[in-house]
């Protein structure tokens, strides 16, 4: 708590035989002031003294402000808070009374920002302009283009208010709405879609026993597929041309480990479903799942347990699946040991997506030898031993792909991992393009 | 690079040389009835009146984004015809395709007699398709009428007014690079009452036959055929092309023969 005071009365107030028991000591809060509002209404951070006024005692008193600190930042206005406790004083001050100000410095009118980002085996370079707080209820509007390794390129403006002022603040209740246009290269099928269109987004946790986070999505776009070479094989040909796409997606995501990336414990579980077909001329369904379960062994060693399964069918309304939508197995993020879609269906020679995918891993993490000696920097490291099974096309076990190895794994920025691993595969079918070495991996969600 | 281009395209002309005109040649093109426009309809039929002169059986599928799919061309991008690997587009490059393969019509014609025909090809090829253009992209009324809705029909709303807006930007670009942007209706009718006084001039050289060189067709008889008869049977809120083309007899007697012989629509008056 670098930034917290505690002066005057506190330290007197303590009886001899409790002198560092803070939670013995009475408190009551007399007053809270929020200063620092230049652009924001009072009544978005009316909420934010409701838990201060409950604390009866010194050590809850600061707790409190802590989390009332950190509510402040999640309000999305200020760019930096100070927090000061004082006694309170003045005609109706009480006894044990305080009061606590947050000194608040609000972002300026407009943020800009470049940097680098980790897609899914993909290195992309961002920059984003931001106009913070617009309407003075934490309202933002934001325009980002990004610009990757494998030349995908992302251009949005969205618009998003949060909700956490309300009384559904413990749902953190969030919308949005984005205009975007992105194009997406799938090299190994040799042809690109160009998606244009909006995003609505609704997002917000609940915790009805178990933590959820659910986003609802509404999204209508035009996607053109456009070939990248001259010789493609005719059944991707056909899928060229614009086409509408009006879709519903509900995700879903349950997360209780202790780490995004070297988790030692916990679980995560992610669903997504679309349904797409409501107006427009693409009509389809896709589910896909993703899970993650990680047990702590001995000494830092962490076995982990991962799996994921995509499906995607047709509805009554066409028998024609949008060729984007379909699912590549292989690479870095899912099979190891083979080249990015290199495990799946082949049409005259060229890779394309399959309808239905799973695959499963299950790794051994070890933290570096000798890592006590440089322990923050070892921190960032962790070796793994792996075994990746997969399909395509087929939920059964015969004509499986299998690749094992070992590898170095490195923790980036507490979001990305970076792998390097030995791959050896071990079985394949006849088609697939199989990676016998050393394979390179940048992501956020591998198997 | 160069070099390894013109490689490539004798590899690929060779290997068409060898290969016999494939059984599942399928020629694709927008739906006629709701969606094909003028100059790509004049195409089409262009292509396929080759062909059927050619006697090579292909087939014929419609479909709504035939324009995408095309590997691309210089006008139209249609139709495109698909026969075994190859796929190739326009008038053009399909009876060159052809021709590689010495299946072709026309065959008994010395050089210059060529050359010659091929200067008649290209410019029937360019004024027409031009004029075509031309009335369905700058002509408001026929614009309105009938091009947006047609190019629009297959597009759920609001995409197609994207379409339609995108594709008439490509047609005034492609006039642009022509010089007829600025012409207006009565250059453009000049312009085609031209070519087909050229035309009939041409088909009077030899009157005993009913094509344009001897007594067998070539290729100038199917673009010409092609871009004539689209423009005498295809109904517009502006009928000065089909009005000037009715003025030479003789060419509307060609349409009617060459119809008659090959594909019976008998839709001429």
Not at chain 1, 102 to 116: D, I
Not at chain 1, 163 to 173: I, L, S
Not at chain 1, 197 to 221: K, R
Not at chain 1, 305 to 313: A, P
Request: aromatic share 12%; net charge neutral.
């Amino acid at each position: 708590m670098p930034q917290s005071k505690q002066r005057g009365g506190a330290a007197s107030a303590a009886s001899k035989d409790s002198k560092y028991d803070l939670g013995k000591i009475s408190a009551r809060v007399d007053r809270v002031n929020v200063s620092g509002l230049l652009r924001t209404h009072n009544d978005y951070v009316m909420r934010a003294a409701d838990g201060l006024f409950k604390a009866d005692n010194f050590q809850d008193l600061m707790l409190e402000a802590m989390s009332t600190k950190s509510y402040l930042h999640e309000l999305g206005i200020f760019k930096d808070v100070s927090v000061h406790i004082d006694v309170s004083r003045g005609a109706d001050a009480s006894p044990q009374g305080y009061e606590i100000t947050f000194k608040g410095n609000e972002y300026s009118r407009l943020m800009g920002s470049a940097g680098t980002e980790v897609g899914q085996n993909e290195g992309s370079l961002r920059t984003e302009l931001t106009i913070p707080n617009i309407l003075g209820r934490g309202e933002s509007i934001s325009l980002q283009g990004s610009y990757s390794n494998t030349r995908a390129n992302d251009l949005q403006l969205k618009f998003w208010k949060p909700f956490f002022h309300t009384r559904f603040r413990e749902n953190r209740p969030e919308f949005s709405f984005s205009i975007f246009r992105q194009t997406d290269r799938f090299d190994i099928s040799s042809f690109q879609s160009t998606n244009l269109g909006y995003l609505i987004d609704f997002s917000a946790h609940s915790s009805l026993g178990v933590d959820l986070t659910h986003s609802l999505q509404y999204e209508n776009s035009i996607r053109n597929v456009g070939l990248l070479n001259k010789s493609v094989p005719f059944s991707i040909r056909e899928h060229c041309g614009p086409k509408l796409a009006s879709l519903v997606r509900y995700s879903v995501v349950f997360d209780n480990r202790d780490a995004n990336v070297f988790a030692t414990r916990g679980i995560l579980l992610k669903s997504t479903n679309e349904y797409c077909g409501l107006g427009g001329n693409i009509a389809y369904t896709s589910s896909t799942a993703h899970g993650e379960v990680n047990v702590p062994l001995f000494s830092g060693y962490v076995a982990q347990f991962c799996g994921r399964v995509g499906i995607v069918k047709e509805t009554k309304q066409t028998t024609l699946l949008p060729i984007g939508s379909l699912f590549y197995c292989g690479g870095p993020m899912t099979l190891r040991g083979f080249k990015y879609g290199g495990a799946g269906p082949v049409v005259d020679g060229t890779p394309i997506g399959a309808q239905t995918y799973w695959c499963t891993g299950a790794h051994l993490w070890a933290p570096l030898p000798f890592a006590g000696v440089f322990k923050s920097l070892a921190s960032n490291f962790r070796m793994h031993f792996f075994y990746n099974i997969g399909n395509t096309n087929s939920f059964s076990f015969e004509n499986m792909r299998t690749a094992f190895g070992m590898g170095l794994a490195f923790k980036f920025a507490d979001r990305a991992r970076i792998e390097l691993n030995y791959c050896i595969p071990v079985r394949r079918q006849a088609t697939d393009k199989i990676l016998n070495g050393f394979q390179f991996g940048i992501g956020y969600e591998f198997i | 690079m160069q070099q390894s281009v013109l490689l490539s395209q004798l590899a690929t002309s060779h290997k068409l040389s060898e290969e016999p005109w494939p059984e599942d040649a399928t020629l694709y093109q927008p739906y006629e009835v709701e969606q094909i426009l003028l100059p790509e309809n004049a195409s089409c039929l262009a292509v396929k009146a080759y062909l059927k002169m050619c006697n090579l059986p292909f087939d014929i599928r419609t479909c709504s984004n035939a324009e995408h799919m095309s590997p691309g061309g210089r006008m139209t991008k249609l139709p495109f015809i698909r026969a075994g690997a190859f796929i190739f587009a326009e008038f053009e490059p399909i009876v060159n395709f052809v021709e590689q393969k010495d299946m072709a019509i026309g065959n008994l014609q010395d050089e210059d007699e060529k050359a010659d025909m091929r200067t008649y090809v290209s410019l029937v090829e360019n004024i027409f398709t031009m004029a075509e253009l031309y009335i369905s992209f700058k002509n408001e009324r026929v614009y309105k009428e009938v091009t947006a809705p047609r190019n629009g029909s297959v597009y759920p709303w609001p995409m197609n007014h994207m379409q339609n807006y995108g594709k008439r930007r490509n047609a005034l670009r492609l006039l642009k690079v022509y010089q007829w942007d600025d012409l207006n209706i009565d250059n453009v009718i000049e312009k085609v009452a031209k070519c087909c006084e050229t035309l009939e001039y041409k088909l009077k050289e030899s009157p005993d036959t009913p094509f344009f060189y001897g007594d067998q067709p070539c290729e100038l008889d199917a673009i010409a055929f092609g871009h004539l008869f689209s423009i005498l049977t295809t109904t517009l809120p502006n009928m000065a092309l089909a009005q000037t083309v009715q003025k030479f007899k003789h060419l509307v007697d060609f349409c009617r023969f060459i119809d008659e012989k090959y594909f019976q629509t008998r839709c001429l008056p």
